[in-house]
């Protein structure tokens, strides 16, 4: 059965930080690309972050560039999503997802998804 699992939300005051984590289970993990979304209320899915796996780069979405860093572990099937430097504005609930094909940070290209893990940034 796949799944995918994030924690490590929560409440953070701006300029705090947090880091998410994502397990993996079901499907061979180190074979997928893995990326980080988030949906705001009443906003579309995003993808903030994304690995490639062609070069082994990794996208972010210029609304996180510099405070954001995604890792993966392999060999233990989990991902991390390293927050810095939180925003108001960062508010929104995060998922992990995994795609077998493409290229990009869309959506539409991922088919395994966490259930996600509530954000919130506010004083």
């Known amino acids: 059965q796949v799944q995918l699992v994030e924690s490590g939300g929560g409440l953070v005051q701006p300029r705090g930080s947090l880091r998410l984590s994502c397990a993996a289970s079901g499907f061979r993990w180190a074979y997928y690309r893995i990326g980080w979304f988030r949906q705001a209320p009443g906003k579309e899915r995003e993808g903030i972050s994304c690995?490639?796996?062609?070069?082994?780069?990794?996208y972010y979405a210029d609304s996180v560039k510099g405070r954001f860093t995604i890792s993966r572990d392999n060999a233990e099937n989990m991902v991390y999503l390293q927050m810095n430097s939180l925003k108001p504005e960062d508010t929104a609930v995060y998922y992990c997802?995994?795609?077998?094909?493409?290229?990009?940070?869309?959506?539409?290209?991922?088919?395994?998804w966490g259930q996600g893990t509530q954000v919130t940034v506010s004083s």
């Open positions: 690995t490639r796996t062609s070069d082994g780069s990794t």
């Open positions: 997802a995994a795609a077998a094909r493409g290229s990009t940070c869309r959506v539409s290209e991922y088919t395994h």
